[in-house]
């Protein structure tokens, strides 16, 4: 029985914060589902779209959230390929267009006329949420809904990104902002490919995380005297990375991978720190034939192995689960950099 009303966490003007009140509970249009969110992760970008912090406008008042795990409730009569009862995920890309160059090639997540969870639509910070049928992620029924959350877009995105990297099994790639929400995902994505792992991150926590994760070298930004020697030195040969996964909310390693990536080395900006921009000295650039590039989120079939990935057991990256009713501590702790790893918000009964 689906009531008509539901708790959700609404952000009602930009800057927050959030307010747990109850809402009405949305009904699925044609091409849509509605899920029974069960566990929905914080990400970064929640904390982003709550501030205002990017050029794209975002809805308000806003339900937030895009790693939303649960039940397909309802449907409506054109959402084919998912059925009532069905495990789901809904993530960023809530819909597009699927017509456009971008979605006729699989690059959906470019597409110009994007729905997306938690920032131009309502999101998963609430009990029931909507997905286009095409978009939504089927979730094995026998995969634990609060540890599968976080795939949604920390596993997704940083899994893509290290497509993206062309970094090979048996080559280092250095992850910058290893010990948060991204970064735990994809020290243990990395290492199921197969590379060797330099983690960047601040504090002993964070270092404890990168250990357990399986980082060969942790290097700590807030004491490291020089952070371009030290990652070199971490790498075997001494020559730098083969690729860098951008994932700190800090525009300062943005200027300073090209520094310590080797030559021919990839470059993946996938973090998004407010009125940034990614600078490289141009002569070392050629000369090393750096590759710089973004990277943003992943397509269907992208989510689809990300998820596979975990139903593998490949992924075990550390997440803790707090009610729907402390988003506001978690964002506090989030802004003060105090994450390590995921926090999954339980949705209420
Ligand atoms: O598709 C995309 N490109 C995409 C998808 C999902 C998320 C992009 N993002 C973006 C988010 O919007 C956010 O800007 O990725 C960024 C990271 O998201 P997150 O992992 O959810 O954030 P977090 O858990 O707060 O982790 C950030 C980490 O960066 C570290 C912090 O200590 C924290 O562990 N960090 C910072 I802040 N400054 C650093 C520095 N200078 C740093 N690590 C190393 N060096
Ligand atoms: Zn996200
Ligand atoms: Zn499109």
Not at 35 to 49: F, N, P, R
Not at 182 to 189: E, H, K, S
Not at 262 to 280: E, L
Not at 308 to 317: E, M, P
Request: proline share 7%; with cysteine.
């Amino acid at each position: 029985q689906i009531p008509e009303k539901q708790w959700a966490q609404v952000v009602e003007k930009k800057g927050g914060p959030p307010i747990y009140k109850e809402i009405p509970v949305p009904k699925p249009g044609p091409d849509e589902v509605l899920l029974k969110i069960k566990y929905s992760g914080v990400c970064h970008t929640d904390l982003h779209a709550m501030k205002g912090d990017w050029p794209l406008p975002v809805k308000m008042p806003l339900v937030g959230g895009h790693e939303g795990a649960g039940i397909v409730v309802a449907k409506g009569e054109l959402a084919s390929g998912v059925e009532i009862g069905d495990h789901a995920g809904i993530k960023w890309l809530n819909g597009s267009c699927l017509a456009c160059e971008y979605c006729k090639t699989a690059d959906e997540p470019l597409c110009a006329t994007p729905q997306l969870s938690g920032y131009t639509v309502d999101g998963t910070f609430q009990q029931y949420a909507i997905g286009k049928a095409a978009h939504v992620t089927i979730l094995p029924k026998d995969l634990p809904l609060d540890g599968i959350a976080p795939i949604l877009c920390a596993g997704l995105t940083v899994y893509k990104g290290l497509k993206e990297s062309n970094a090979r099994p048996g080559q280092t790639i250095a992850i910058v902002g290893a010990g948060g929400g991204l970064g735990a995902m994809a020290q243990q994505y990395a290492k199921a490919m197969g590379l060797r792992v330099v983690a960047i991150d601040g504090g002993d926590e964070k270092r404890d995380v990168c250990e357990k994760l399986g980082s060969e070298a942790y290097i700590d930004f807030t004491k490291s005297k020089d952070l371009v020697s030290d990652v070199k030195a971490a790498t075997p040969d001494g020559l730098g990375a083969h690729a860098v996964i951008l994932l700190a909310v800090a525009e300062k390693p943005f200027q300073q991978a090209v520094e310590y990536a080797r030559p021919r080395g990839t470059i993946v900006a996938i973090g998004m720190p407010a009125n940034a921009f990614v600078k490289a000295p141009v002569f070392e650039t050629v000369v090393k034939m750096i590759t710089i590039k973004g990277s943003y989120v992943g397509n269907r079939q992208d989510a689809a192995e990300a998820v596979d990935f975990y139903a593998r057991g490949l992924i075990k990256a550390p997440f803790k689960t707090v009610p729907l009713e402390e988003l506001p501590r978690v964002f506090e702790l989030m802004d003060q950099g105090k994450i390590a790893g995921r926090y999954v918000l339980k949705m209420p009964e």
